[in-house]
């Protein structure tokens, strides 16, 4: 009975006993660019879809109109740019240096395109816990953090004035030139050119 109760005791302790070491230690991952805990990935994931799931209301990206993607523009450029990217530009030195780093939100394989736009007003109300993502609940409307999210969802399909407006800032007299010139940067830049060798 002794020998069960030590034993015990002993189990409970090792997992706090083991988890002081690996951070007092220095081995427990303190820099952006570290690799992550053990689990890490799975307990911020995981937690961040169960609670999205529980609280999301979703509105039909239908009902905005472009008044609202161009408000929504210009909300990103003040708010979002400097780490989640422009279209047709390379990715923020800022979002490079994050972990985990910051999606380039115009970018093919990183834009939020597929997620309902509620789910992604979740994110820019709440902000994503020991991440550099910031809820933006205090800093914008509810009206603007849904614009700005029917942006993020239509990030591939944009109407031709609003890509414009979102383009990295050219030099003032370029700026007119490209405003009047009819057509539209395509918003993900195609692939390069295969004649050019990598
Ligand atoms: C200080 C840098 C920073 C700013 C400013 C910022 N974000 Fe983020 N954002 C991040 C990081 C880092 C992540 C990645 C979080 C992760 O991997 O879970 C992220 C994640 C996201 C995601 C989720 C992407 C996905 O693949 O699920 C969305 C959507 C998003 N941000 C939108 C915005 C919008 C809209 C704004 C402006 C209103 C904004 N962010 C401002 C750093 C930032």
């Given at each position: 009975?002794?020998?069960?109760?030590?034993?015990?005791?002993?189990?409970?302790?090792?997992?706090?006993?083991?988890?002081?070491?690996?951070?007092?230690?220095?081995?427990?991952?303190?820099?952006?660019?570290?690799?992550?805990?053990?689990?890490?990935?799975?307990?911020?994931?995981?937690?961040?879809?169960?609670?999205?799931?529980?609280?999301?209301?979703?509105?039909?990206?239908?009902?905005?109109?472009?008044?609202?993607l161009a408000a929504g523009a210009e909300v990103y450029r003040?708010?979002?740019?400097?780490?989640?990217?422009?279209?047709?530009?390379?990715?923020?030195?800022?979002?490079?240096?994050?972990?985990?780093?910051?999606?380039?939100?115009?970018?093919?394989?990183?834009?939020?395109?597929?997620?309902?736009?509620?789910?992604?007003?979740?994110?820019?109300?709440?902000?994503?816990?020991?991440?550099?993502?910031?809820?933006?609940?205090?800093?914008?409307?509810?009206?603007?953090?849904?614009q700005v999210?029917?942006l993020?969802?239509?990030?591939?399909?944009l109407?031709?004035d609003v890509l414009?407006s979102l383009?990295?800032?050219?030099?003032?007299?370029?700026?007119?030139?490209?405003?009047?010139?009819?057509?539209?940067?395509?918003?993900?830049?195609?692939?390069?050119?295969?004649?050019?060798?990598?």
């Open positions: 009975m002794k020998g069960f109760l030590v034993g015990l005791i002993l189990g409970i302790l090792i997992v706090p006993i083991a988890v002081f070491f690996y951070v007092e230690t220095g081995q427990s991952p303190a820099a952006a660019s570290d690799a992550p805990m053990p689990f890490e990935k799975f307990i911020a994931k995981g937690a961040l879809h169960a609670r999205i799931k529980k609280e999301t209301q979703d509105r039909e990206l239908s009902t905005f109109n472009a008044g609202d003040t708010n979002c740019a400097f780490c989640h990217g422009l279209p047709l530009q390379a990715p923020s030195a800022a979002s490079q240096g994050m972990f985990p780093h910051a999606p380039q939100l115009f970018t093919t394989k990183e834009t939020v395109t597929d997620d309902p736009v509620g789910v992604t007003c979740w994110k820019v109300k709440n902000g994503i816990r020991l991440t550099g993502m910031p809820g933006f609940q205090k800093a914008l409307s509810d009206q603007q953090m849904w999210s029917a993020m969802a239509s990030a591939d399909k109407p031709p414009r383009l990295p800032a050219a030099a003032p007299a370029e700026a007119t030139s490209a405003a009047s010139s009819a057509t539209p940067a395509p918003v993900i830049p195609p692939p390069a050119s295969p004649s050019q060798p990598k």
